[in-house]
């Protein structure tokens, strides 16, 4: 079964330093990745996905996501914090190429970024 | 905006009872997720429709059902509420069913119980 690991539940960062949020997966064969990032009650939004391809994936907002396959990971950076970053992180896989396929979701990250 | 519709925004009810959330996909997604975000479980993925047909089943109760229907709109319907359905509920679509597409989500459905 594919599953999806945030490591940490709360990041803390100043505004203008580099931030990273970090995730690690279990799947069988190759993986489909996702960072989605949640405002206070608010949905989902989508970030960037990794298939195939460049291990670096640039996404929404200037974030990106590096994906290592020998580490199972695929880290959320990006290079400059501001404050309106701060917002609950989800990583989540989809492990199969065709089918039904629903998204396993991480517990996710609290991104707090003080000024 | 995701183009993703969700109604209603927030519903409070009591236990026993029924009710029914909706959702309309973005124009042109055949996909319908449905997902329940609580503390305790975090975001579980319950069900999804693609293209009127049932696709993928999750950690859906029993005593919870859905459907989508030939406009591609959804319902999701909870049966013999108790306390612990009290979570928000989203809604997501894609425009197929593969791993890779993208989902898109909606704004949500706040259920309380009491």
């Known amino acids: 079964a594919q599953s999806v690991a945030q490591p940490e539940d709360q990041v803390n960062v100043a505004e203008g330093n580099p931030l990273t949020v970090k995730c690690t997966y279990s799947?069988?064969?190759?993986?489909?990745l996702f960072w989605y990032v949640q405002y206070p009650n608010r949905g989902l939004q989508f970030l960037l996905k990794?298939?195939?391809?460049?291990?670096l994936v640039k996404g929404s907002y200037g974030f990106e996501a590096e994906f290592n396959k020998s580490q199972t990971s695929f880290h959320l950076k990006k290079p400059s914090a501001l404050v309106s970053d701060s917002a609950l992180y989800f990583c989540a896989v989809s492990g199969i190429r065709s089918g039904n396929t629903p998204l396993v979701f991480g517990k996710g990250t609290r991104l707090s970024v003080i000024a | 905006d995701s183009g993703v519709t969700q109604t209603p925004k927030h519903l409070i009810t009591a236990t026993g009872q029924r009710v029914t959330l909706r959702c309309s996909p973005r124009s042109g997604d055949l996909s319908v997720y449905w997902y329940q975000q609580s503390l305790d479980q975090g975001l579980q993925f319950l069900i999804q429709y693609y293209n009127g047909e049932e696709r993928a089943k999750g950690n859906i109760l029993e005593r919870f059902s859905a459907q989508q229907f030939p406009d591609l709109h959804s319902e999701l319907n909870l049966s013999s509420l108790e306390l612990g359905d009290s979570a928000l509920y989203f809604c997501?679509?894609?425009?197929?069913?593969?791993?890779?597409?993208?989902?898109?989500f909606g704004p949500g459905t706040r259920l309380t119980v009491l």
């Open positions: 799947v069988s064969g190759n993986p489909y």
């Open positions: 997501a679509s894609s425009v197929g069913s593969w791993g890779a597409d993208t989902q898109y």
């Open positions: 990794y298939i195939t391809g460049d291990n």
